[in-house]
Nanobody
C-alpha cells in the first residue's frame, strides 16, 4: 500500500505539530515504516523509524523532540514534533523501506518553522 502524510503547516520556532500517515484504500500502516524529510536543496533523510511494530529509533537531529507512534487499529502513524526549529523545515513523508529504496513516494506534507 502507498502511504501518504498530512498535517503539515506553518509553526513558530519552539512550537509543536503532529503529522499523520495513512495507507491508501484505508489499509493498514505496516509495522516497519519510517518518517523521512527533505529540506530545500538537501537529500531526503530518515528521521524516525519503527521496526516490526515495536522498535523505534530516531536520528540524532530529532531525538528527544520527535515521537513516532501508531494507532492501535494500525491505520494511522503519527509523528509528534515538539520544540521545532527552523532547520526542521522540510517536506515530510512516511514510507516503508522497500518503497523508499525504489524511490516510490506518496504524498508528503510541508512543515515550515518560521517566525
Amino acid at each position: 500500500v502507498q502511504l501518504q502524510a498530512s498535517g503539515g503547516g506553518l509553526v513558530q520556532p519552539g512550537g509543536s505539530l503532529r503529522l499523520s500517515c495513512t495507507a491508501s484504500g484505508s489499509g493498514l500502516v505496516p509495522g516497519t515504516v519510517g518518517w523521512y524529510r527533505q529540506a530545500p536543496g538537501k537529500q531526503r533523510e530518515l528521521v524516525a523509524a519503527m521496526l516490526k511494530g515495536q522498535q523505534i529509533s530516531y536520528s540524532s537531529s530529532v531525538r528527544g523532540r520527535f515521537t513516532l507512534s501508531r494507532d492501535t487499529d494500525k491505520k494511522t502513524l503519527y509523528l509528534q514534533m515538539n520544540s521545532l526549529k527552523p532547520e526542521d523545515t522540510a517536506v515530510y513523508y512516511c514510507n516503508d523501506p522497500v518503497r523508499a529504496l525504489n524511490e516510490d513516494w506518496g504524498q508528503g506534507t510541508l512543515v515550515t518553522v518560521s517566525s
